[in-house]
């Protein structure tokens, strides 16, 4: 009977302990603030530097979330602890691409989205930076999938995070074409050499059309604008120097000075080659994942400044400094040229190119110029002519430069 009376005694107070055991597991919940600023009233499982995993009151004990770390804002543990997230600037961006999650919708799955069409569902376990562990069946062991694979996550809660692509060989966005956020319309700034070719490079003092030219510097800009499906509207305008360097040429003007009593103090100093062109015309651009080649038709004008030789010395006895100027006009211009360009950035291109430049560069007469400090200057020499109105100009350039995407429709 003391059994009976003692266990009658003590059952009121199993039963209200373990009534309050059981009210503290089902109030000890966490609560997760995100930073779209929607709570969620779970049960943390894990924690990671990539992603939380939790499990949603009511629902089966197997149907586990996650979210990524860049979409917490603060944790609220069921033991009064708080935990808050600070993200740095790498994460500031990739947050923005994160979908604010929607109340009414509920996923108990995670699903990859791959490249290739394919959707895998399952759990997302760890996010790496450029890995994946995914498991898709319970009991089985996970699966680590490259991001370069996944286009986007789908996490449970209808959280979304896009994929940007990776650098890496063999990536699909290296060979795909859709990707319209790639502007083609852009605004380049290069700088290269560029290399005469034929009679503008000659150096025979017996051809009347020899330019006498060395491999310059050539600074230019590019504008594409896309008009219709690849086509579009190309402008281009460059500076092109090209040294203007011939020993023998140089030497027959001091031997005519010579003949007619000159006498020289130096060499005689030559000037570069100066063109400035414009360029309009039309181009066609193709486009694969990152790489986009351009091939362009310029049609203009170039400016030039032809080379101005001078030298100092003596001429009847007068100190005197000699200048041979030889005037031009602006000349009719034609271009062909290759670009080839890739995106660093959706925004920021690297570009090198290939173009080569023809002209008919309208010469005139030579002026000879007199000049000195003696105010009784003796008149022009007369010893230097030139042959040729029409020089050709044939320039083959190469350059490397920055390109800047236009964000225009």
């Known amino acids: 009977m003391p059994f009976q009376i003692n266990s009658i005694v003590c059952t009121p107070f199993w039963v209200f302990g373990f009534w309050l055991i059981a009210l503290g597991q089902l109030k000890a919940q966490d609560l997760i603030v995100l930073r779209s600023g929607e709570q969620l009233n779970v049960q943390i499982l894990g924690i990671t530097k990539d992603a939380i995993a939790f499990r949603h009151p009511n629902v089966p004990a197997d149907s586990i979330s996650a979210l990524p770390i860049v979409a917490l804002q603060q944790i609220q543990y069921a033991n009064g602890l708080e935990q808050h997230f600070f993200l740095p600037d ?15 919708k509920e996923m108990l799955m995670d699903t990859l989205v791959l490249r290739d069409g394919y959707v895998e569902p ?20 996970a699966e680590t999938i490259p991001l370069s694979k996944v286009h986007a996550i789908l996490y449970a809660g209808a959280i979304e995070e896009q994929i940007w692509p990776l650098y890496s060989a063999g990536n699909p966005f290296l060979l795909g074409q859709d990707y319209d956020y790639l502007p083609p319309h852009f605004l380049a700034l290069q700088s290269g050499i560029g290399l005469p070719v034929g009679a503008y490079a000659d150096t025979d003092n017996q051809n009347p059309n020899s330019g006498f030219a060395t491999a310059g510097i050539q600074l230019s800009f590019s504008v594409f604008f896309r008009l219709y499906n690849g086509w579009g509207l190309y402008l281009n305008g460059q500076r092109s120097s090209n040294p203007y360097n011939n020993g023998g040429l140089r030497q027959k003007l001091s031997d005519l000075l ?54 100092e010395g003596n001429l009847n006895g007068t100190p005197v400094q000699l200048l ?86």
């Open 90 to 104: 790498e994460d500031q961006k990739k947050i923005r691409r994160i979908q604010n999650p929607s109340p009414t």
């Open 122 to 141: 399952g759990k997302v376990l760890l996010r790496r930076r450029f890995s994946i562990d995914i498991a898709k069946q319970l009991g089985k062991m």
């Open 258 to 311: 010579e003949a007619i009593g000159f006498s020289a103090n130096g060499p005689v100093r030559q000037t570069d080659w100066i063109h400035h062109t414009l360029l309009i015309g039309p181009s066609y651009y193709l486009h694969r994942g990152r790489w986009m080649g351009n091939l362009n038709l310029g049609f203009g004008c170039m400016f030039t400044e032809a080379p101005l030789n001078q030298i």
């Open 324 to 409: 041979f100027i030889r005037e031009s006009k602006p000349s009719p211009t034609f271009s062909v040229g290759m670009d080839l360009r890739y995106f660093f950035h959706p925004s920021m291109q690297g570009m090198a190119s290939l173009q080569f430049t023809a002209a008919d560069i309208r010469l005139g007469s030579t002026q000879e110029r007199v000049s000195g400090q003696s105010p009784s200057l003796p008149p022009a020499t007369g010893v230097y002519t030139t042959q040729n109105t029409n020089a050709p100009l044939n320039l083959l350039s190469f350059q490397l430069g920055l390109l800047f995407a236009l964000p225009l429709p």
